[in-house]
């Protein structure tokens, strides 16, 4: 499910992200708080090195963010919404798009794809 996240200070809108069924069951047993790690892409260690000591991660470099859930209920419609006081982090979450922007996205994902395909061509003709 697509829960929108806000900023507990201003609520502002930060993010929206994808919650699995798994996280949907534990706020539908009671838990209204749950905590995600972003997203965080490391550099892959040189080449020519034996050993990559510099890849390990340690503990200070690890961040949470703990979303509060607060559930929606309209008529029929039951849905939640998230409320964090780590902005910062939650917007490094990975994010999921709204349905209405799912085609541009592909459009633009598929755009990008075509391009580097001629690239590689263009590269392996030369």
Same mark, same amino acid.
């Given at each position: 499910?697509?829960?929108?996240?806000?900023?507990?200070?201003?609520? $502002?809108?930060?993010?929206?992200?994808?919650? @699995?069924?798994?996280?949907? $069951?534990? %706020?539908? !047993?009671?838990?209204?708080?749950?905590?995600?790690?972003?997203?965080?892409?490391?550099?892959?260690?040189? %080449?020519?090195?034996?050993?990559?000591?510099? &890849?390990?991660?340690?503990? @200070?470099?690890?961040?949470?963010?703990?979303?509060?859930?607060?559930?929606?209920?309209?008529?029929?419609?039951?849905?939640?919404?998230?409320?964090?006081? !780590?902005?910062?982090? &939650?917007?490094?979450?990975?994010?999921?798009? %709204?349905?209405?922007?799912?085609? $541009?996205?592909? @459009?633009? @994902? &598929?755009?990008?794809?075509? !391009?580097?395909?001629?690239?590689? %061509?263009?590269?392996?003709?030369?």
């Amino acid at each position: 499910m697509r829960v929108p996240i806000y900023c507990g200070e201003t609520f $502002e809108a930060l993010t929206i992200i994808k919650v @699995e069924k798994w996280g949907l $069951e534990m %706020l539908d !047993d009671g838990c209204r708080f749950l905590r995600f790690a972003p997203f965080i892409k490391m550099p892959p260690p040189p %080449l020519r090195s034996v050993h990559c000591s510099g &890849a390990v991660m340690r503990d @200070e470099s690890v961040r949470i963010c703990t979303i509060q859930f607060i559930r929606l209920r309209l008529t029929d419609l039951k849905s939640w919404i998230g409320v964090t006081g !780590d902005g910062e982090t &939650a917007l490094l979450l990975r994010s999921v798009f %709204l349905p209405g922007q799912q085609s $541009e996205v592909r @459009e633009a @994902e &598929a755009n990008a794809q075509a !391009d580097m395909m001629a690239l590689m %061509l263009k590269n392996l003709s030369r």
